[in-house]
C-alpha cells in the first residue's frame, strides 16, 4: 500500500531564517506530487505541482520554491522566511491522471515568528 | 463571487442524525467531485468522489451531484461523534491536474453524543 511522510510535523522559525520540508512517497512509482498551504480556517492553497522528476509548476508567486531530486521526494524550500508563510503545509500525491484522486500527507505545522 | 463556496459552520448535530453537507460552484466546466474529511491538525481524507452528475454512496455517506444547478453535497446517515470534523468539497474540471482544480473553503461539523 502507499504512504506519504512528511517531516517535521512541527517547526519554529524566525523571521529571515531558510526553510526546507520534506515529503516522500512509498509503495507508488512516478506519482504526482503537491504541495498546499492551509491558513488557519482557510481552505488550501496549492503552492506547487509536479509531474515527474525536475518538473515544477507554481501556482502562486511568493516566497517559495520546490524541488523534486527523486522520483518521490518532494521539498519546499524558503531562503527567507516572512510572517506570512506561517501556516500548515501539506504534500498530497496522486496517480498521473487522476488528480482528483490525491492523498495527503499528515502535513507541517509552520510558525514563523 | 467565490468560484466554490461552503457554508463554514460550525454545524451541531446529535448523535443519528442525518447531515447534509453542500457547496455551491459558478465554473460550469467542473466535471469531477470530491469529499475530503479533515480532523483537527491532521492531513485531509479522501472520503469519496463523483464524475458528472449523480449519486454516489460508499456506507453511510451519500455523494450527490446537480450540475444543473451547480450544486453538491455530502449526506452523512447516522452521524456519530467521530464524524465531526471539517468536510472540504474540491473540484476539477479535468482528470489529470489543471488550472480548472479548487478547494472549498470546508464546512466543521461537530456531532455531539
Known amino acids: 500500500s502507499q504512504t506519504i511522510h512528511q517531516w517535521p510535523a512541527t517547526l519554529v522559525q524566525p523571521v529571515g531564517s531558510p526553510l526546507s520540508l520534506e515529503c516522500t512517497v512509498e509503495?507508488?512509482?512516478?506519482?504526482?506530487l503537491y504541495w498546499y498551504r492551509q491558513a488557519a480556517g482557510r481552505g488550501l492553497q496549492l503552492l506547487f505541482y509536479?509531474?515527474?522528476?525536475?518538473?515544477i509548476s507554481s501556482e502562486v508567486p511568493q516566497n517559495l520554491s520546490a524541488s523534486r531530486p527523486q522520483d518521490r521526494q518532494f521539498i519546499l524550500s524558503s531562503k527567507k522566511l516572512l510572517l506570512s508563510d506561517s501556516g500548515f503545509y501539506l504534500c498530497?500525491?496522486?496517480?498521473?491522471?487522476?488528480?482528483?484522486?490525491?492523498?495527503f500527507g499528515p502535513g507541517t505545522r509552520l510558525t514563523v515568528t | 463571487q467565490k468560484e466554490v463556496e461552503q457554508d463554514p459552520g460550525p454545524l451541531s448535530v446529535p448523535e443519528g442524525a442525518i447531515v447534509s453537507l453542500n457547496c455551491t460552484y459558478s465554473?460550469?466546466?467542473?466535471?469531477?467531485f470530491m469529499w475530503y474529511r479533515q480532523y483537527s491538525r491532521k492531513g485531509p481524507e479522501l472520503l469519496m468522489y463523483?464524475?458528472?452528475?449523480g449519486n454516489k454512496e460508499d456506507g453511510r455517506f451519500t455523494a450527490q451531484v446537480d450540475k444543473s444547478s451547480k450544486y453538491i453535497s455530502l449526506f452523512i446517515r447516522d452521524s456519530q461523534p467521530s464524524d465531526s470534523a471539517t468536510y472540504l468539497c474540491?473540484?476539477?474540471?479535468?482528470?489529470?491536474?489543471?488550472?480548472?482544480?479548487?478547494f472549498g473553503p470546508g464546512t466543521r461539523l461537530s456531532v455531539l453524543p
Open positions: 498530497a500525491w496522486s496517480v498521473t491522471g487522476r488528480a482528483y484522486e490525491q492523498y
Open positions: 509503495g507508488t512509482s512516478n506519482p504526482n
Open positions: 509536479s509531474v515527474g522528476i525536475g518538473q
Open positions: 465554473n460550469s466546466a467542473f466535471q469531477y
Open positions: 463523483t464524475y458528472s452528475s
Open positions: 474540491a473540484m476539477s474540471a479535468t482528470r489529470g491536474y489543471g488550472q480548472n482544480f479548487v
